[in-house]
């Protein structure tokens, strides 16, 4: 569990520092020497960390990077000492998967502690082996009493806030290790493949902000390459990887992963981009996201898969993660009187309605990659979430979130509660149909926290449709607003085994809790 490896030298093509050589918070590599007899022998090494997705009461999935083509191997063990350990062997990695691989455990001990390393084995000789990296995480409880605990955020390298040597790096990532959630929800926009990272950007006080940079994010991403070095790009920062290797994750996508405001068919008007078909685009950006993550419901060397898909977390807790952006129609003014398509896709509602009504979960949070009653616009006349501004009945995409909020009243699906980010600021919304133009639904809470490493926005308008009520917000007055001039934002949410009671924290870098709420158990509606 000592051991850390470092991430491997790359040549002046790979890593561009700018004028960063001389900063010694955050160098790279970043972490501890490794044997010399390590470094020189020429064995597999897995310098970009591990990590774990999708954990369930019996299961996860273990993710490593190779250096080069190798076989992945895992252990699994109760104790640290990885006495009477468990093998699991995965994967050959290779160049097909931009050496990445993750390899599935199953059977595993509901409610527990594993601990587990991830050896690479030379392909031509498994006795040539590089040096375990290890890591840890807790399944899932079988039992109601042992309550759950974790984190949601997402928007991380944003408007060209990167990996900074001279605060840190992502110094928010180890304030939400140190919590020790059960696990951490990403809401998406994981990399910024439409932002370029520059070597310094001038801030409006005199201060100068210093990034790590690299070649991959001197473009917007258009080849499968580009779109893997972005996602590569968060890795070479400590915190996220010693994030990783303690803290499970459940990651969904947005727009960022591939272009800001992108929707299925859209052809571009970009001078950036050679490549206009933004479906192109978006293909090689989920075959890099499916590499990097790892998803139960995709496989890297696979193009099949979906995100859209249920994490059971125990008897407490189902977590129905949305994809908001793969079945999309256009964006458009959103004044359509009738949309089967919407934000959703027809297919992906007629999912979520069915596992909402199956779900025997006390909670169930709806994980959305976007908010349901703030406007976000897309140029002078567009739309990009659900909200287009219109106070008055449902039109266009809201027609399609008036049917799911429908079905969760009149199926008395209890426990609903909705976590978003995407507009990088934090707030709480009640939304209640006394105060709606449509009425047949039943009250809901929906949570807004974000940015990790991004700028930070003014808060959004509100729409009228489904009536809420913005209990909480904090937010910049004005746009892109540093880190390191505004603490980043995360939410925390606590269950209790034994009253069964929600809280929810929207809390800010630094250790303040800026709002909490607690929400009882049972009700179809809040």
């Not at 900074?164 to 919590?179: A, C, K, Q, S």
């Not at 972005?230 to 591939?258: C, G, K, M, T």
């Not at 990097?292 to 419901?297: A, G, K, M, R």
Request: overall charge neutral.
């Amino acid at each position: 569990m000592s051991y850390r490896p470092r991430i491997p030298s790359l040549d002046r093509r790979g890593v561009l520092r700018g004028s960063l050589v001389a900063s010694a918070a955050l160098t790279l590599p970043a972490v501890g020497a490794a044997a010399p007899a390590f470094a020189l022998s020429g064995r597999p090494r897995a310098a970009w960390g591990v990590q774990v997705g999708d954990v369930t009461a019996s299961s996860a999935l273990v993710w490593v990077r190779s250096d080069r083509p190798a076989r992945m191997v895992v252990e699994t063990s109760a104790t640290e000492s990885f006495r009477r350990a468990r093998t699991w062997h995965g994967p050959l990695v290779g160049s097909g998967t931009d050496f990445t691989g993750t390899t599935p455990l199953y059977g595993l001990p509901a409610g527990e502690q594993v601990h587990y390393r991830v050896t690479l084995c030379d392909p031509e000789d498994p006795r040539r082996t590089g040096k375990p990296v290890s890591g840890t995480f807790r399944t899932a409880p079988a039992r109601r009493r042992d309550g759950v605990r974790f984190l949601w955020s997402g928007d991380i390298a944003g408007q060209g806030w990167g990996i900074n040597p001279d605060i840190g790096g992502y110094v928010v990532y180890d304030e939400m290790r140190r919590l020790d959630p059960d696990f951490f929800l990403c809401s998406g926009d994981n990399i910024y493949a439409d932002g370029v990272i520059e070597p310094s950007v001038p801030l409006p006080d005199g201060r100068v902000w210093r990034n790590v940079t690299t070649q991959e994010k001197s473009k917007v991403a258009e080849t499968l390459a580009e779109y893997r070095g972005n996602f590569r790009y968060n890795l070479l920062d400590h915190n996220l990887r010693e994030f990783n290797a303690q803290v499970p994750s459940i990651i969904q996508w947005d727009d960022h992963e591939v272009r800001n405001n992108w929707y299925p068919g859209q052809i571009l008007d970009d001078p950036r981009y050679t490549e206009k078909d933004v479906d192109v685009l978006a293909a090689r950006s989920m075959r890099a996201f499916r590499e990097y993550f790892p998803v139960s419901t995709l496989r890297a060397s696979s193009d099949e898969g979906r995100v859209h898909r249920v994490v059971r977390h125990g008897p407490l807790l189902d977590v129905f993660v949305l994809d908001m952006r793969s079945f999309r129609n256009a964006n458009s003014p959103g004044r359509q009187p009738d949309d089967t398509t919407g934000i959703l896709g027809a297919q992906q509602l007629r999912w979520l309605k069915h596992e909402l009504s199956r779900s025997r979960a006390v909670w169930k949070v709806i994980a959305a990659d976007m908010p349901l009653g703030l406007v976000v616009t897309d140029g002078a006349t567009d739309f990009e979430a659900v909200a287009q501004g219109d106070p008055g009945a449902p039109l266009g995409r809201e027609l399609q979130i008036a049917e799911l909020l429908r079905h969760i009243k009149h199926r008395r699906i209890t426990g609903t509660v909705w976590l978003t980010a995407d507009v990088h600021y934090t707030s709480a919304q009640h939304y209640e149909p006394e105060r709606a133009a449509f009425k047949d639904f039943a009250p809901f809470w929906e949570f807004v926290s974000g940015p990790l490493a991004a700028g930070q926005f003014p808060a959004n308008a509100l729409d009228a449709t489904f009536g809420p009520d913005q209990v909480f917000v904090r937010a910049p007055d004005r746009a892109n607003v540093s880190p390191m001039e505004s603490p980043q934002f995360f939410g925390e949410v606590d269950i209790d085994g034994d009253s069964g009671e929600l809280t929810v924290r929207l809390r800010a870098q630094g250790g303040s809790v800026l709002f909490s709420k607690v929400l009882q158990p049972g009700r179809v509606g809040q």
